[in-house]
């Protein structure tokens, strides 16, 4: 399966097409390839297309996940079907499928996520079974491992976009967006955006060798303790640090410690294994402030939020890694910093800093 110029599809919240477009381009470049979108404002998505004739794994291969911010799933597209006959919208779909010789682990029907890309989900969830019996009779459905995932998405219930993503290297949700579980004693929405930078930017291993009972963590910037309580069920103890109160809660947990202190001068009284960050600040202070925590051994790892107000978003996300590389240079190890707009992040991301494996 081997075809010239194949797109981008990069699902994003409402607002970030713009976001998106830079971060594709400038990525495309870095990787010796060139490409262009156009923008649908407020569509929750961007077709980025590429001019380089290369497989769609080694599209993929060259744009790894783990490099993107902005999106919340890169797709390589492979073909488009449109005028779906209302009659039979399976035939004409299978038989684009089969013609690219696609073989799949798994198949998402997906939409933009936005209010009018909504009235589609009944429509797909009524279409979706007939074209897996058919991709299942005909051989589509694969149990190898590392099959690719088959994406199917629609505009409208008359066009379709077919796409593939490796398996293991993308994010792992339709849609790219994870459904959790709001525990029951979180005082605020925003305990969600730690438990998914927990998942989507730290790997397993990562995440079994420091999140556990025993292990010693700070929050800056947190009440009401959202933060906290996720570190907390893991069994981590914490210091709480907020002028402002932390919920009965997340005290009750018994590994809380409030501290009533500022966030950029409060120091630890020994060395930790994590700091976590969301406090609302300038985005470059905030990233000092995490290299410095680093850099000095004050915290083994982090994960920090930026916050993103002003219009140029990409260059400030830029700024901030400079100013990061700039802080650890000098530490002689090597660092992984994983960036991400998090699907329960609004006009802010979130990153994670740690050690290299
Ligand atoms: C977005 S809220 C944090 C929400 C929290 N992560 C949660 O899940 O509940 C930001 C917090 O940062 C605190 N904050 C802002 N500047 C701070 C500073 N310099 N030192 C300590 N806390 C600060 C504010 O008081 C506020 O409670």
Not at 86 to 98: C, G
Not at 125 to 139: C, I, N, Y
Not at 163 to 178: C, E, K, V, Y
Not at 279 to 293: H, K, T, Y
Request: hydrophobic residues 40%; neutral net charge; aromatic residues 8%.
């Amino acid at each position: 399966m081997s075809t010239s110029g194949h797109a981008l599809l990069l699902y994003c919240r409402a607002g970030f097409e713009n976001e998106c477009l830079a971060e594709a381009s400038h990525l495309a470049h870095q990787a010796g390839l060139s490409g262009h979108g156009r923008i649908q404002p407020d569509a929750g998505f961007l077709r980025f297309q590429l001019q380089d004739a290369l497989p769609w794994d080694e599209v993929a291969r060259r744009l790894p996940w783990q490099d993107w911010v902005f999106p919340r799933q890169r797709i390589v597209l492979v073909a488009r079907v449109d005028h779906l006959p209302a009659e039979d919208r399976v035939k004409p779909i299978l038989d684009a499928v089969k013609q690219r010789g696609i073989k799949a682990g798994r198949v998402w029907f997906e939409t933009a996520d936005t209010n009018e890309a909504k009235e589609l989900s009944s429509f797909l969830r009524s279409f979706a079974p007939h074209l897996e019996r058919a991709f299942d009779k005909t051989g589509v459905m694969s149990k190898k491992p590392g099959a690719p995932t088959l994406h199917l998405f629609f505009e409208d219930s008359g066009s379709v976009e077919i796409g593939l993503s490796p398996a293991d290297d993308a994010a792992d949700w339709p849609m790219g967006i994870p459904r959790l579980r709001m525990p029951r004693a979180a005082p605020s929405r925003s305990t969600l955006k730690l438990a998914e930078a927990f998942l989507s930017l730290m790997t397993e291993r990562e995440r079994e060798a420091s999140l556990r009972p025993g292990l010693r963590a700070c929050d800056l910037g947190a009440a009401p303790g959202g933060w906290t309580l996720q570190l907390a069920e893991r069994g981590l103890r914490v210091y709480a640090i907020d002028n402002g109160p932390i919920a009965d809660s997340v005290l009750e947990t018994g590994l809380v410690e409030h501290i009533r202190a500022d966030g950029f001068t409060w120091r630890p009284p020994h060395k930790l294994d994590w700091m976590v960050c969301d406090m609302v600040e300038q985005p470059a202070r905030v990233a000092a402030l995490i290299g410095d925590w680093v850099a000095s051994g004050r915290c083994r790892r982090s994960i920090f939020n930026l916050k993103l107000p002003m219009k140029k978003r990409f260059d400030e996300v830029q700024r901030c890694r400079e100013i990061l590389a700039g802080r650890l240079a000098d530490t002689g190890q090597p660092w992984v910093l994983r960036m991400r707009h998090l699907y329960h992040d609004r006009e802010e991301i979130t990153a994670y800093l740690g050690p290299a494996a």
